[in-house]
């Protein structure tokens, strides 16, 4: 069988959104697609399921003027490698795999910003000690078990069905329909732009990044990061859109009650992909929360 087609560098980079910030690293056996920019404390953003760098493409620029800023793309997405093993795109699993391109960079995050899936990778990082900041930022962050998404004797049967090349290239194929790509991002409760709109439908009709996706939510399981999030000691920041329709805004709520110390900010008018529509607000609260933990100067 032909290896699924993934996002060439070469030819679907050539325009890739702060490009010049762009670089190839090698750590835990991938290569890693990573953005760097700016000077300062430094932030780790990470992207959330089926994204990729674009997805900060506004938001980076702005935090680089008070931090130095560093954006992969998690395995399997975009323009890193995809494990080999099924594991290495689970949530421990990202959280090791970031973990070491930290440490093949030498950098510790004095702030971590995560949209969706991304802050539970966090979460997990900082609950596990591989990182330590001063604040996690969680933008719609998927932190909690959706209800009724998976149950326990289900998830063996999902897994190797979600993880198929067929389903991979059928899928892709199908989000090469007009419409499609739009349709299923208006569905997050967002409004993008045509260029928005363009990148991801760029990424998506790339059977291996639309496949590490699907394998991705096929192995995800945040049960243990609820179970555990109450012993969480990094200060936490919740912004949450109140227009998400992937992860609902009460969802937040849930958090508090496990983590009542954790501080929540909603977005008015916003969708999923908040820091998408709205990135000067979103980088102007992050930078605001960072200076009252004193991350970043007054």
Same mark, same amino acid.
């Given at each position: 069988?032909?290896?699924?087609?993934?996002?060439?560098?070469?030819?679907?980079?050539?325009?890739?959104?702060?490009?010049?910030?762009?670089?190839?690293?090698?750590?835990?056996?991938?290569?890693?697609?990573?953005?760097?920019?700016?000077?300062?404390?430094?932030?780790?953003?990470?992207?959330?399921?089926?994204?990729?760098?674009?997805?900060?493409?506004?938001?980076?620029?702005?935090?680089?003027?008070?931090?130095?800023?560093?954006?992969?793309?998690?395995?399997?997405?975009?323009?890193?490698?995809?494990?080999?093993?099924?594991?290495?795109?689970?949530?421990?699993?990202?959280?090791?795999?970031?973990?070491?391109?930290?440490?093949?960079?030498?950098?510790?995050?004095?702030?971590?910003?995560?949209?969706? =899936? +991304? /802050? #539970?990778?966090?979460?997990?990082?900082?609950? $596990?000690? *591989?990182?330590?900041?001063?604040?996690?930022? &969680? %933008?719609?962050?998927?932190?909690?078990?959706?209800?009724?998404?998976?149950?326990?004797?289900?998830?063996?049967?999902?897994?190797?069905?979600?993880?198929?090349?067929?389903?991979?290239?059928?899928?892709?194929?199908?989000?090469?329909?007009?419409?499609?790509?739009?349709?299923?991002?208006?569905?997050?409760?967002?409004?993008?732009?045509?260029?928005?709109?363009?990148?991801?439908?760029?990424?998506?009709?790339?059977?291996?990044? =639309? +496949? /590490? #996706?699907?394998?991705?939510?096929?192995?995800? $399981?945040? *049960?243990?990061?609820?179970?555990?999030?109450? &012993? %969480?000691?990094?200060?936490?920041?919740?912004?949450?859109?109140?227009?998400?329709?992937?992860?609902?805004?009460?969802?937040?709520?849930?958090?508090?009650?496990?983590?009542?110390?954790?501080?929540?900010?909603?977005?008015?008018?916003?969708?999923?992909?908040?820091?998408?529509?709205?990135?000067?607000?979103?980088?102007?609260?992050?930078?605001?929360?960072?200076?009252?933990?004193?991350?970043?100067?007054?």
């Amino acid at each position: 069988m032909t290896q699924l087609q993934g996002p060439s560098w070469e030819a679907d980079g050539q325009d890739w959104p702060n490009r010049d910030c762009s670089r190839f690293v090698s750590a835990a056996g991938l290569r890693w697609h990573v953005q760097y920019a700016g000077t300062g404390p430094v932030c780790l953003l990470l992207h959330g399921t089926g994204a990729s760098t674009h997805s900060f493409r506004d938001l980076l620029p702005q935090l680089a003027k008070s931090f130095t800023v560093i954006a992969p793309d998690l395995p399997g997405h975009g323009f890193t490698e995809r494990p080999r093993e099924l594991a290495g795109l689970s949530l421990p699993g990202m959280a090791a795999g970031v973990a070491a391109l930290l440490d093949e960079l030498r950098l510790s995050p004095a702030l971590a910003v995560g949209h969706s =899936a +991304g /802050a #539970a990778i966090l979460c997990r990082m900082c609950l $596990d000690r *591989r990182i330590e900041p001063g604040l996690l930022v &969680s %933008l719609n962050g998927a932190l909690l078990p959706l209800p009724g998404f998976k149950h326990p004797s289900i998830t063996p049967f999902i897994r190797p069905f979600v993880s198929s090349d067929w389903l991979s290239r059928w899928f892709a194929k199908r989000l090469e329909a007009p419409g499609e790509v739009e349709r299923l991002l208006r569905a997050t409760g967002s409004q993008l732009d045509a260029r928005g709109l363009q990148l991801y439908a760029r990424l998506v009709r790339a059977p291996a990044h =639309a +496949g /590490a #996706a699907l394998a991705m939510m096929g192995v995800w $399981d945040v *049960r243990p990061l609820e179970r555990e999030i109450a &012993s %969480l000691a990094t200060p936490l920041r919740l912004f949450v859109g109140a227009n998400d329709r992937m992860i609902l805004p009460g969802e937040a709520l849930r958090v508090l009650r496990l983590l009542p110390q954790a501080e929540l900010t909603q977005l008015p008018g916003l969708g999923h992909l908040a820091h998408e529509e709205q990135p000067a607000l979103l980088a102007q609260l992050i930078i605001d929360a960072a200076r009252e933990r004193r991350i970043v100067p007054s």
